[in-house]
């Protein structure tokens, strides 16, 4: 067996089923779950069509760079959201997701015969696929610390020299997991300069970047590369996804665009790792990308349930409205003193919701874990439900610990 299989730790999800074993919630409350970030709208009824209209391609081997019409969609869809011209045939990629494709990035960029052992810079907290690719794929992680102060931004310029001189691959999320903070073009610039200056590859993961509560849409890390002037995208792979944009996590359906030289080594990594996108799903995902009337509702619905769930919050955690994605990071009351698996606990057994403890996304590292102390609650299901949990959770921390 591959001895790197033991160096990955249990998913959040595993931790939190043993952190509840032996649990019987209060039977007068019903199960309501903000633990799992997994879209719960309705998927639109004319990617479902396209999907079934295209069952005959299941007839055939997909290619793994897909047809010109799927890429055409990606090019087509990224110059309408960011106004950037790019190559279909040498600068996208179809993905199963953006999750498999960031894990597959990692093996293709990551050179472990290096006389240094290499390292992949993470935000922390992250999520968790980051660290299980860079372990898989030899390298060590280092976990870069996110600040509230500064509304969650990573402070990149904590990491020390010597840390840079070894990284070969940097994990950006933005809008992030769990905390919703977007990178500004300044700090877009800072990690350029330090791919300049270091030689790394950038990988912009963007799966939240359609759900956002401001006037102005997320910075795109291309489109920052383009505003500074970095029209090859040099060392910069972009990541995105259909799941939480159209509400079709079960499609599997996403694409990379970036630096043509990393996309070719990209195809032929997933060439032989045999990650082509069926016909059905490549006929549905350009449905998708090819409509934004569904995308604008999405978003309102989030931004309806977020002004009518944060305000009842506000009172009694330590909440703000993110700048994007659909998670409230919330500090848990001052009584806790930091437990926040106690709180989710408790939570769970006196009221029967769910959340995912600040501490499970994060790792120790420079000698705290910054996810301690708080909670993440995905906001994925209606309205009303995502209410009543919130009236709950007041109710919790009003009866005192």
């Known amino acids: ?104 990035l990692a093996q293709t960029v990551v050179d472990a015969s290096a006389s240094r052992q290499p390292v992949v810079l993470s935000p922390n907290p992250f999520y968790q696929i980051y660290e299980g690719a860079a372990l898989l794929a030899g390298a060590e992680p280092y976990y870069v610390p996110s600040v509230p102060a500064r509304n969650f931004a990573v402070d990149w310029d904590s990491v020390p020299v010597e840390i840079w001189a070894r990284t070969q691959l940097v994990f950006v999320c933005s809008p992030g997991n769990p905390t919703g903070a977007v990178m500004s073009l300044d700090e877009w610039r800072k990690l350029f300069q330090l791919s300049d200056r270091h030689g790394f590859v950038i990988a912009a993961d963007e799966c939240y970047s359609e759900i956002y509560f401001r006037d102005e849409p997320p910075l795109g890390g291309l489109e920052a590369a383009a505003r500074l002037g970095r029209s090859d995208f040099r060392n910069l792979i972009a990541l995105t996804s259909l799941s939480k944009r159209s509400n079709v996590p079960g499609l599997r359906s996403g ?32 449905a998708a990308w090819g409509d934004e009337s569904h995308v604008v509702d999405n978003r309102a619905q989030y931004r309806a349930k977020f002004a009518a769930v944060t305000p009842l919050l506000d009172p009694v955690l330590d909440v703000r409205l993110p700048d994007a994605s659909f998670y409230l990071w919330a500090g848990v009351p001052p009584a806790w003193q930091g437990d926040d698996t106690g709180f989710a606990r408790e939570l769970y057994a006196q009221y029967n919701v769910t959340v995912l403890p600040g501490s499970y996304l994060a790792r120790d590292a420079q000698g705290h874990n910054p996810g301690r102390g708080r909670i993440r609650m995905a906001l994925v299901a209606d309205t009303a439900e995502c209410i009543e949990a919130a009236q709950r959770i007041v109710q919790f921390v009003q009866k005192g610990r």
Do not use: C
Not at 6 to 29: N, W
Not at 49 to 66: E, R, S
Not at 269 to 281: D, E, K, L, P
């Open 1 to 104: 067996m591959n001895p790197l299989l033991a160096k990955l730790q249990p998913y959040p999800f595993e931790r939190l089923r043993q952190l509840f074993a032996g649990i019987a919630p209060d039977p007068a409350h019903s199960p309501i779950s903000l633990g799992i970030g997994e879209p719960r709208h309705a998927t639109p009824g004319f990617i479902k069509d396209a999907l079934t209209a295209g069952l005959g391609a299941l007839a055939v081997y997909p290619a793994t760079a897909g047809d010109l019409k799927l890429r055409q969609s990606f090019t087509h869809w990224l110059k309408s959201r960011y106004q950037l011209e790019l190559d279909p045939a040498t600068q996208v990629l179809p993905v199963n997701g953006s999750r498999e494709a960031l894990f597959a």
């Open 255 to 286: 694409f990379v665009a970036g630096d043509a030289a990393l996309i070719k080594s990209f195809l032929l990594y997933r060439t032989y790792h045999g990650s082509a996108m069926s016909g059905a799903v490549a006929a549905a995902s350009i």
